[in-house]
């Protein structure tokens, strides 16, 4: 297994991530860490470590807000959008499997 192949499934086997990345797919528009910690219900500085993993991966681009560093929006990269809908598969086909926990 190649080192992204392994870094994917140590990623996405998890539920926050894949609530951060489909929250992103969702929004169709650029968010803040802030608007993703809570729409996942998730602590901030635990979905920073998840967008930076994200970033260092290339699915998710840092963009600063009218030039003030200390506000970014976050969005997905092409590569990030593509992962997003593949996660919404699998999330649809596990829920259509009956006796699989929800």
Known sequence: ???MT??????FLHKKPAKVILTLKDANEPMYASAISKCVDCTYPHTLKILKKFRSEG???????????????????????????DIAGL?????????VKK
């Open 59 to 85: 699915l998710v681009e840092f963009n600063n807000s009218d030039g003030d560093r200390r506000v970014i929006a976050i969005e997905l990269t092409e590569d990030g959008t593509s992962i997003a809908h």
């Open 6 to 11: 392994d870094n994917c499934w140590k990623i």
């Open 91 to 99: 999330v649809m086909k596990f829920d259509s499997i009956p006796g």
């Open 1 to 3: 297994m190649t080192d």
